[in-house]
């Protein structure tokens, strides 16, 4: 059985810096694409970032120029280090382990963790 756990998520300030990981277990993790998506009340879901099994990488265009996303294959984790955080990055984060379309951002549906909650203040 596949598990996702996220974790990273708190408060911060606008401007400030977080640092999520992911940990899948239960696939061959390296064989596959992995990214994060996120989702915020009233808001529909935002896929933010996706990396591919082979390393190229794919970011919303909300998010390019602040967030990084790095795989550790040895350990299964992927990680997405946010900076220069603004409010609007304020969204439950989510740890998505299958992608219909890593490059479109697009998660297949749920193959997702719980998620963490990322909250950005003035």
């Known amino acids: 059985q596949v598990q996702v756990v996220e974790s990273g998520g708190g408060l911060v300030q606008t401007g400030g810096s977080l640092r999520l990981s992911c940990t899948v277990s239960g696939l061959p993790f390296a064989d596959y694409a992995v990214g994060w998506f996120r989702k915020a009340p009233g808001k529909e879901r935002e896929g933010i970032s996706c990396?591919?099994?082979?390393?190229?990488?794919y970011y919303a265009n909300s998010v390019k120029g602040r967030f990084t996303i790095s795989r550790d294959n040895t350990k299964s984790t992927l990680s997405l280090q946010m900076n220069s955080l603004k409010l609007e990055d304020t969204a439950m984060y989510y740890c998505?382990?299958?992608?219909?379309?890593?490059?479109?951002?697009?998660?297949?549906?749920?193959?997702w963790g719980q998620g963490t909650q990322v909250t950005v203040s003035s």
């Open positions: 990396i591919t099994w082979s390393g190229p990488t």
């Open positions: 998505a382990d299958r992608w219909d379309d890593c490059r479109g951002l697009i998660p297949k549906a749920g193959y």
